[in-house]
């Protein structure tokens, strides 16, 4: 069974930057589509962004033009680059994967199948 791992996060300044990695164990994820979301008490959970398997990527306008999600095939790494932070990007990351199409929409969370066991991202005011 594909299981993802996921490192970074931790705890910046207003404006400061993180990048966040998410790997796969058992598996690649190579075809996959792939998320981003995240979780706070205040909000719930967002989707954040989306890299479909034609490399189209997709994001929340919250954080489109801070946050660039990318991956590496070779690696079996998705990134999640964030920049200029705010402290209303404090939360729980979460990385999402699927490999099949089940007709769901990108930043539908029930789309993904395959989740990583989350992140803490603090960003101080």
């Known amino acids: 069974q594909v299981q993802l791992v996921q490192s970074g996060g931790g705890l910046v300044p207003d404006g400061g930057s993180l990048r966040l990695s998410c790997r796969t164990i058992r598996g690649s994820l190579s075809g996959a589509y792939l998320a981003w979301f995240r979780h706070s008490p205040t909000k719930g959970r967002e989707f954040v962004a989306a890299?479909?398997?034609?490399?189209?990527?997709y994001y929340s306008y919250s954080v489109q033009g801070r946050f660039t999600i990318s991956r590496d095939n070779a690696e079996n790494t998705v990134y999640l680059q964030m920049s200029n932070l705010k402290p209303e990007d404090t939360a729980v990351y979460h990385c999402a994967a699927a490999w099949n199409d089940n007709g769901g929409t990108y930043d539908n969370a029930l789309s993904y199948g395959t989740w990583g066991q989350g992140t803490q991202v603090t960003v101080s005011s």
């Open positions: 890299l479909r398997r034609s490399g189209t990527a």
